[in-house]
């Protein structure tokens, strides 16, 4: 039972969908020809190569007042995995100056233009993240907050009702979202139910 790590942060400005969500940054310029390094926040980086458009904010680490100036969306018009990494050709970054000034970037992405996935048992963060999780009893476990990436699997982290974010981590619950203990996951009620109990 994948999940896909994204991260829905929507950029400010009126040309970002409302959809949008982080997938990943600009590392460095790569070449003379315009040409990027791109990090992207998940092993599975199909959201960065399906999408032509991405939206972009400076890094969340310059200083107020001291942003640099980033266009506001990018067109690709190549995008490749490089190595251990990914390189990318946007429009109108004619050289190597042009693209270094891209340093640091976020990279947003409309959710829209995520490949699809199979339906089944597969999913993206993003798309658990504020679920309610209820146990084969009905009982409510709570609402999910986060995933942890643990390797072999996911874990949801999730809020147990009546406490409300930021909470200390022996409040939260962890479930593994394997089909061992998730029974399914219905997106149009936005309910996860599971075998787990209250007291576990």
Known sequence: MPASDATLVPPAGSDCPDDAIEVGRVLDAWG???WIKVL???ADAQALFSARR???KPSE???PGKAPSVPAQLKIRAIRDHGDGIVAQPDGVADRNAAEALRGARIFVSRADFPATDGND???WVDLIGL???NREGQVLGEVLDLIDTGPHCVLRIVPPGLTPPIKPDQERLVPFV???VDGVDLATRRITVDW???F
């Open 32 to 34: 003379i020809k315009g």
């Open 40 to 42: 992207s926040h998940s």
């Open 54 to 56: 991405w939206y972009l």
């Open 61 to 63: 680490q310059a200083l």
């Open 122 to 124: 597969e999913f993206y």
């Open 132 to 134: 309610t999780v209820v």
């Open 179 to 181: 089909s061992a203990f």
């Open 197 to 199: 109990g209250l007291d």
